[in-house]
């Protein structure tokens, strides 16, 4: 959808579905308003908070390892399990695995 060498963050969401199963989205950062309309795309946001992050370098050849990451950090008491994982692809090298904390009153 975007140009090579656009300007903008990518991510990937998942969580676990009503169902059981799991949910994955592959999602860009809007820069402009209305590009999720003008690609009718749904938009998400990312909630604000505190989140635990792992970061991956050479996330291309390793793809096979993010799914272990996230298993691990979710072991974690301070991981809110109710709250979507979240990739960041930060750039070609670097990707974070995040997961939000349960936050404190």
Same mark, same amino acid.
């Given at each position: 959808?975007?140009?090579?060498?656009?300007?903008?963050?990518?991510?990937?969401?998942?969580?676990?579905?009503?169902?059981? @199963?799991? *949910? &994955?989205? #592959?999602?860009?950062?809007?820069?402009? !308003?209305?590009?999720?309309?003008?690609?009718?795309?749904?938009?998400?946001?990312?909630? @604000?908070? *505190? &989140?635990? #992050?792992?970061?991956?370098?050479?996330? !291309?050849?390793?793809?096979?390892?993010?799914?272990?990451?996230?298993?691990?950090?979710?072991?974690?008491?301070?991981?809110?399990?109710?709250?979507?994982?979240?990739?960041?692809?930060?750039?070609?090298?670097?990707?974070?695995?995040?997961?939000?904390?349960?936050?404190?009153?």
């Amino acid at each position: 959808m975007f140009s090579e060498g656009d300007k903008r963050s990518y991510y990937g969401i998942s969580h676990m579905a009503k169902n059981g @199963k799991m *949910e &994955y989205y #592959a999602t860009a950062e809007e820069v402009h !308003p209305g590009e999720a309309e003008k690609y009718e795309c749904d938009r998400y946001t990312i909630k @604000k908070g *505190e &989140y635990l #992050a792992e970061s991956l370098h050479d996330w !291309p050849r390793k793809t096979d390892s993010i799914k272990n990451m996230f298993c691990s950090m979710i072991q974690d008491n301070r991981v809110d399990k109710t709250k979507p994982a979240v990739e960041w692809y930060k750039n070609d090298d670097e990707m974070l695995c995040t997961v939000r904390t349960v936050q404190q009153p």
